[in-house]
């Protein structure tokens, strides 16, 4: 019987084997007929109707590259396809060695196999080129893959010329100059982190860096909305003209104050690639914002090594998507008060329709006036109606009488660093079981900027009365 056994496992386990060899097979078919006599330049070399882009190849020096031991793919412009170039590129060296390396991988690349398969390669001048199905960026691919010893050539129809990555045809373009000239702008000084000393690191793992560090400019787009230098991602990128986007940034004044302009660029930016043709009638930036798209407002656009730029001549926002509606999460604090300690509780139960939900509890702590603190960046100037769920005495919670609880808010204008205000709100009877939201009033900020919320007990040290609990708070704005 083990016998048995043992037969039936290992020829289950060559199946199995044979299994994955054809698989791996399948995945390679389109390498066949490899030539081990030759390497890479030499089969360039080899084609008469090549002989353009073996020269500049030559010229650039990769010859010697692609005669190496390293593995290439070489997507080689056809004589015919040369035929156009733009003179700038051949008669300047540095542009026709960028040219010629935005046609090369430093890998062996296989022809995909169907027209729809998707793959993005890297070159060897730190661009992306898009592969679909039988073509090669803008350009298709002519006849089937060459492969030699160390790599690969294919014929292309077209040129290939070096894209611009979406920053820098921001940079470069004339299209809308007030949009390029602030983005531009918005940068900070930071510690050059690769070049500075480490002299030691804080109880969190946070590096000490010595006395006067260097320092190097970061502009706020790469590290609030998206870093448009990235070769590695795809974006799809919205450049508004003047008129416009004066347009939509007086909209939004009232509400953002002084940073009216970044409210409104910081939702220019989408993941993914979306050309002209392809564009829905909303997109979702990067940010979560609603971009309503009209396809007849698109000036131009122009396909960048990093995704797609939009020339846009509107671009009408809605204000409800600017000025949301948004949650302070109980279960999500800030801190707490700093000279006390409380015994918290942050917990996952089921409401009175068996719904999930998360909150916190601070529970027969013995302090009076401990308070939960939560702190919210970026609040827009305007009137919020303020909505909370406190639910207590469900099963397993040992609060089950009424109490009350307090909300107060830092007032900017009254504050000082040493001396922080604090203003009361909304006072609040917690009862038992209390599954609805309870409306606190309205709300309106001081200045734009940030909200810093205590959630308080009562001033008293008994249980059952100081005890603080919070599902979350709802402010939604009044909006025109």
């Known amino acids: 019987m083990k016998k048995y056994i043992l037969n039936t496992v290992l020829l289950l386990s060559v199946l199995i084997s044979l299994n994955a060899c ?20 030499q089969k360039l070399a080899a084609q008469a109707n090549l002989s353009k882009f073996t020269d500049f190849v030559r010229t650039t020096g990769y010859d010697k590259l ?11 412009p056809t004589n015919d396809a040369l035929a156009t170039l733009d003179a700038a590129i051949t008669a300047d060296p540095a542009k026709l060695k960028d040219f010629v390396a935005n046609h090369i991988a430093l890998t062996t690349i296989a022809a995909l196999k169907t027209a729809t398969d998707t793959l993005r390669v890297s070159l060897i001048n730190k661009k992306n080129a898009t592969l679909i199905g039988n073509s090669f960026e803008e350009a298709a691919i002519t006849g089937k893959g060459q492969f030699v010893k ?10 290939v010329p070096t894209k611009q990555n979406v920053w820098e045809y921001m940079l470069s373009s004339t299209d809308a100059p007030l949009q390029t000239n602030y983005i531009s702008t918005i940068s900070t000084m930071v510690i050059d982190t690769a070049n500075a000393t480490i002299i030691g690191y804080t109880n969190a793992g946070n590096p000490i860096f010595a006395p006067n560090p260097p320092m190097v400019s970061r502009n706020a787009y790469w590290t609030n909305v998206a870093d448009l230098r990235a070769e590695n991602q795809q974006y799809t990128f919205f450049m508004l003209q003047d008129a416009a986007f004066n347009s939509e940034t007086a909209k939004l004044t009232p509400y953002f104050s002084v940073v009216d302009k970044f409210a409104l660029v910081r939702d220019f930016t989408v993941k993914g690639l979306y050309t002209a043709d392809k564009l829905p009638d909303t997109l979702i930036s990067t940010r979560g914002v609603k971009i309503p798209v009209s396809k007849a407002a698109i000036i131009k656009s122009y396909r960048a090594s990093n995704g797609v730029v939009h020339v846009m001549s509107a671009l009408p926002f809605r204000l409800k998507d600017k000025v949301p509606t948004f949650k302070i999460e109980g279960e999500l604090p800030s801190g707490f008060r700093t000279d006390k300690t409380g015994n918290t509780f942050y917990r996952t139960k089921l409401d009175n329709n068996g719904i999930q939900y998360k909150d916190i509890e601070v529970y ?30 469900a099963a397993g919670d040992a609060q089950v009488a009424s109490f009350t609880q307090r909300y107060f808010i830092n007032n900017p204008l009254t504050s000082t660093p040493e001396t922080p205000v604090y203003d009361l709100f909304a006072t609040q009877t917690v009862t038992p079981l209390n599954y609805a939201e309870v409306y606190l009033g309205d709300y309106t900020p001081k200045q734009y900027g940030t909200l810093d919320l205590r959630l ?11 005890t603080l609990i919070l599902d979350y708070l709802r402010f939604e704005p009044i909006l025109p």
């Open 66 to 76: 692609l005669a190496s031991s390293q593995n290439y793919t070489v997507w080689a």
């Open 150 to 159: 160390n790599g690969v050539v294919y014929s292309i129809d077209k040129a």
């Open 364 to 393: 027969n702590h013995a302090f009076a006036e401990f308070y939960i603190r939560y702190v919210r960046s970026g609040v827009p100037i305007v009137k919020y109606k303020v909505y909370t769920r406190v639910i207590s005495g």
């Open 456 to 466: 308080t007990a009562a001033n008293s040290t008994a249980v059952n009365v100081n």
């Open 22 to 41: 054809k698989n791996v097979m399948d995945e390679h078919t389109e390498i066949v007929n490899v030539d081990n006599t030759v390497d890479v330049f």
